[in-house]
């Protein structure tokens, strides 16, 4: 199995004809287009590479491109970007590439958060039924 960055037809035809995988993946694209390997086979020529339109950082502000701590929340935007379309896949059905990144980072995180105060109080309720529970 090969994966990442794969996108255009041609390239996948060609790595599984020479043997080079049995399997492709196509992560990325299917948080966007589930039906990506169908679209395919259908004869797309290739999929949209949405991370490469991303504009995380503004050009005035490229020098910080060669932070490690700016490279690494460029990074976690672009998981979070991926991840909320995820969320809208399986919760209205249909992504949006409009989305801008930041919105999803900060929509993502407070979900995230109201989730784990869920998780907290949850267990906190167990916790307290478990300790009040008297034996026999």
């Not at 797309?44 to 060669?66: A, H, N, V």
């Not at 490690?68 to 209205?92: N, S, T, V």
């Not at 989730?115 to 916790?127: D, G, K, L, P, S």
Request: proline content about 4%; aromatic content about 8%; overall charge positive.
């Amino acid at each position: 199995m090969v994966t990442g960055g794969f996108r255009s037809r041609h390239s996948i035809e060609q790595d599984l004809s020479s043997g080079a995988a049995d399997i492709v993946g196509l992560g990325r694209p299917m948080c966007l287009i589930a039906d990506a390997p169908d679209r395919l086979l259908a004869g797309l020529q290739s999929l949209p590479r949405y991370e490469d339109r991303l504009g995380r950082l503004p050009s005035w502000l490229g020098g910080l491109k060669r932070l490690k701590i700016a490279k690494a929340m460029d990074g976690f935007a672009a998981i979070y970007w991926f991840y909320e379309q995820l969320w809208l896949l399986g919760h209205g059905g249909m992504a949006d590439e409009r989305l801008p990144i930041l919105k999803t980072f900060m929509t993502a995180d407070k979900r995230n958060k109201a989730i784990m105060r869920t998780r907290t109080a949850m267990t906190n309720n167990f916790v307290t039924l478990a300790e009040n529970e008297v034996e026999p």
